[in-house]
């Protein structure tokens, strides 16, 4: 599984004072990861532990960034739901919103006079480090918080992992906190979702919610080419998947991936090239990268096979086809 880690998060941690080479060195990852839109799930948790251990205690590392975090640095599908009605309303957005974003999957339930959500892991049986668990339920209660206004506090929390100084996140929860439970679940009064939020805005979720649920039903209609080709262009600049990997990411058998591409006329061979083809037209655009970059992000480990590869696609060099096409921008 590969994974989008929201830019937003490094500037998070810089607030904290906290460099991206810091993280980088400690998660024994090279300086370019904070420059990555997408990791692969080892990475990606990684980074997350390496915060952890940087700051010396999960709980503390939960507490800091929770707190520190600004709204403004939200991708559009969180930042939606700041500004979304009333807490109730802005906890199931998040909750459908959350399917576009793995690793984690939330589930809410509402039972007498308490709202439960869950958080389960997409792939069963791999947790995420402790420190990603507790900020994803620390978020759903500092939405509330920030979005009424109101210092609101949780009927329970549970977590599945050992959490470092639990009177310190009993503390921030302002509620009963046990570890080594049989889920990750954060427990709400159910009343807090009826309260207002300050922050609704109705013009701007106007704007958002379109393009959030457009983004969210293309993702989940895409025909398996489109599905595959989408998985191998934000997966390239951390390596080439074989289609074990796609295929997994996907919840299917590598031969069952292999006989559904070839049932819409195409093969998992030629969809990697032509995730290549179209990527390398598009950084080609950018004066800001030189050739060799161009060929890492397409997952080339060396220029003269991408200079090979690009002769085959377009009868002409990589230079030469640049020149041609300064200041267009293709796509």
């Known amino acids: ?174 509620c009963p906190v046990r570890t080594c439970a049989s889920n990750n679940r954060l427990v709400l009064q159910r009343r807090d979702l009826d309260r207002p939020f300050l922050t609704y805005n109705d013009e701007l979720l106007e704007i958002l919610t379109p393009a959030v649920e457009r983004s969210l039903e293309e993702q989940q209609s895409r025909s398996t080419t489109e599905a595959v080709k989408w998985i191998l262009k934000r997966s390239l600049t951390a390596g080439v998947p074989d289609v074990q990997t796609v295929a997994r990411e996907l919840g299917v058998s590598a031969r069952t991936l292999q006989r559904q591409l070839a049932g819409e006329n195409t093969s998992f061979k030629l969809l990697l090239s032509e995730a290549r083809h179209e990527l390398a037209r598009i950084y080609l655009t950018d004066p800001s990268l030189d050739l060799k970059e161009v060929a890492f992000l397409i997952g080339y480990e060396d220029q003269n096979s991408f200079y090979r590869a690009f002769r085959s696609w377009e009868g002409d060099t990589p230079s030469n086809w640049r020149l041609l096409h300064s200041g267009v921008g293709i796509i």
């Open 1 to 174: 599984m590969n994974i989008r880690m929201p830019p937003g998060i490094w500037a998070g941690l810089g607030q904290l004072g906290i460099a991206a080479e810091e993280i980088a060195l400690k998660a024994g990852l090279p300086l370019s990861v904070a420059t990555q839109p997408v990791l692969t799930a080892p990475q990606y948790y990684a980074v997350w532990q390496a915060y952890a251990d940087v700051t010396g205690d999960t709980a503390q590392a939960i507490i800091r960034l929770a707190a520190a975090f600004e709204t403004a640095q939200y991708p559009p599908s969180v930042l939606a739901t700041y500004h979304a009605r009333s807490y109730g309303d802005a906890l199931n957005r998040m909750v459908r919103y959350k399917q576009m974003c793995p690793p984690e999957s939330l589930r809410i339930t509402e039972e007498g006079d308490s709202c439960i959500i869950e958080l389960a892991w997409s792939t069963p049986g791999e947790a995420g480090p402790p420190v990603l668990t507790g900020i994803t339920l620390a978020f759903l209660l500092e939405l509330g918080r920030r979005g009424t206004g109101l210092p609101l506090t949780a009927r329970g929390v549970e977590f599945a992992q050992a959490m470092g100084d639990v009177q310190a996140l009993e503390a921030y929860f302002g």
